[in-house]
């Protein structure tokens, strides 16, 4: 009976003291890491929007977004938009959608006259990695600039195809082996980003 | 995300052949290395990492969502979910020592072997980051310990197969071990366009 | 002296936990793709492999036998957390491309084997460099297979482009298959320059 009683609070102890230590690290660093996240959300921002030099510093994409970059929300979700400073008229937002294996997300940057594709980034994703991981390529991400998007049409908005296969506009090569992942991607824009330029139809400012 | 019994289902596959747990991700290497040397005892401790996997699986997801993510404690997912297939283990190996002492003395020592296999902690990090459902993550597990069969399975009859072959003394055991997986890995690379869904 | 150099040098070497022992090589092919990576993951496991072992030895004599396993593991998760936690504060992104492989350093049997085979048994302070020594071995092989892998498989180092663009990448380097090989060659190389007592038939 002792011998359970020693075990039972031994285990009590060691798991408070387990439980104390990390969770006292995690108060001392919450900050630096909310500071993380949102420095990863502008850089991605101005990345997708194509006015973010090589080899930015943090201070430096904290100034860029400062000055180049206002927040704005429409029906509960947020764009970014470019301020007059910033000498391009843009507007990001982000996408996220089911890829093969998890989550995809990224930032799209549109022209909001024309919402033709300013730049294309993917943020997160656990596509597998020679396949549908090259989405992360800079091949495939630029296939989609310039590529004029209509959330009106009826048809996909962005299709992609096998390599070799392009027909209209707004095709695009899919991934050799990553049929899946590919077909994700499309189901992304005709849903997700489909739904963001609606919204940006609806309220233009 | 779609929490559709179809994307359990492509998932369920996918775990086992297209992105096999142990041949493409790399969880499970060590029992996968060492049991591998008798067909038996890999075929025993596939179908106890199935059960397992499967049921922790599902018992971390209800932890995660349930009780981690409510009160904040996230970041303790690591000792939580460790803690939850210990105590599962502890538990499946109490109840069959007593109910079923048969199968516990054939099992026996792979049920704590399986507390520290990676393959089981690992799909349950693997569900938390893609962020599946319930079903998702069952099926993930279920087709996660399949895939492990599979591969444990194949490996073990390979490895017979070789005995009377002279491999050199430098890569006896481990190393040929490792190629045969090498190789078996490359068949697997080719799954990789077999899965398609409507 | 002597005696602990040369325990330490045989933990890294003799030893090695990676091609001799055949430990921890879930993470010896999961991060060994890139430089970076490798680098991070191995002073992580180093970082726990030595502190697990120094605190399970400090708490071996009042740890309560039935519960020893648990114990451990507890130990460990916690130390594995705690690098989560520093990671995410000071490398975020390293910290999201090892992704779910920190988690895994908690089933890395390295540890879990060094604690039950030595730090259960001995006092604290060889019990830390016999974890050190472990890591220090897991660090040389990873970063000599992940050298290899990076540069075939991607043609840079540490992220640095080193190979032209018209090189074909070896892409099988950075996935599974190459993985497998690499650490079957090291393995080769490791069983020769240096044989161990006895040769084991597959």
Known sequence: MVKIIRSVVFMLVLSAICTAVPAWLKESTEERVRGHELLKTRRNVLTAMKILPDGATPDMINDIFRKSVIVQERNGRTFWATTPSANTELIAFAIGGPGFWGPIEGVVAVNPETYGIVGVIFTKHSETPGLGGRIDESWFKDQFTDLLLDPMTEEPMVRLMAPGNRSRPTDVDAITGATETSKKIQHLFDNDVRAALLLLKDEPS | MNGSTGSALVIFFAAVFTNNIVLTNFLGMCSFLSVSRAVKSSIGLGWAVVFVMTTTSGINWLVYHHILVPLDLVFLRFAVFIVVIAGFVQFVEIIMERFTPALYFALGIFLPLITVNCAVLGVALFMVIRDYSFLESVGYGLGGGLGFLVAITILAALRWRIRKSKVIPALQGAGISVILAGIMALGFVAFSGMISIN | ?202
């Open chain 3, 1 to 202: 002296m002597n005696e602990r150099t040369r325990i330490f040098l045989d933990g890294i070497f003799r030893q090695n936990a990676v091609y001799r022992q055949i430990l921890g090589i879930c993470s010896t092919l999961a991060v060994t793709n890139l430089l970076t990576n490798t680098l991070v993951m191995s002073v992580g496991l180093t970082f726990v492999t030595a502190m697990s072992s120094f605190t399970v030895s400090l708490l071996r004599k009042i740890t309560p036998p039935r519960i020893r396993m648990m114990v451990q593991v507890m130990i460990i998760a916690t130390y594995v957390i705690v690098v989560d936690l520093i990671l995410k504060a000071y490398l975020p992104d390293i910290s999201e491309r090892l992704g779910p492989y920190v988690g895994l350093i908690i089933t890395n049997c390295i540890i879990m084997g060094r604690a039950e085979a030595f730090a259960a048994k001995y006092p604290p302070w060889p019990s830390f460099l016999d974890g050190l020594a472990m890591g220090l071995g897991y660090t040389l092989v990873l970063m000599s297979i992940a050298l290899v892998r990076e540069i075939l498989g991607f043609g840079t180092l540490f992220g640095f482009l080193i190979l032209p663009e018209q090189w074909t990448r070896w892409t099988i380097m950075a996935m599974a298959p190459g993985a497998f090989f690499m650490l079957g060659i090291v393995i080769w190389i490791m069983n020769i320059i240096d044989p161990p007592e006895k040769i084991e038939s597959s």
